[in-house]
């Protein structure tokens, strides 16, 4: 059982609202209420990150398309690496679904 660093009530409960979120638009809904753009903007651009460096692409060709800093790239990075698996997580699922191989 994985237990987080950042565990707490408060976070139980933020996750479990997003758990509930049926469709996009209900995202769209929440995280609009939830985060400021820029907020958003840099989440999105960190997924696209992590997405491109799971696709073997180089930092150049990640700045070039997501115009994510260097840093931001090795941050991602180490967190596919050596972080608590989440990017690989959904990164695995987002495969399944796109080879029509769910679980």
């Not at 820029?38 to 115009?67: C, N």
Request: proline share 0%; aromatic share 10%; hydrophobic share 35%.
């Amino acid at each position: 059982m994985y237990e987080s660093k950042f565990k707490s009530d408060v976070n139980d409960e933020l996750f479990r609202a997003v758990l509930s979120l049926e469709n996009e638009e209900e995202c769209y809904r929440f995280f609009e209420d939830l985060m400021t753009i820029k907020e958003l903007q840099s989440i999105a651009q960190r997924w696209q990150v992590a997405r491109m460096l799971d696709e073997k692409k180089t930092y150049g060709e990640i700045e070039t398309a997501t115009k994510a800093s260097a840093a931001t790239i090795s941050r991602v990075n180490k967190c596919l690496q050596y972080g608590a698996s989440g990017y690989t997580c959904v990164l695995k699922k987002f495969k399944e679904k796109e080879t029509g191989n769910e679980k």
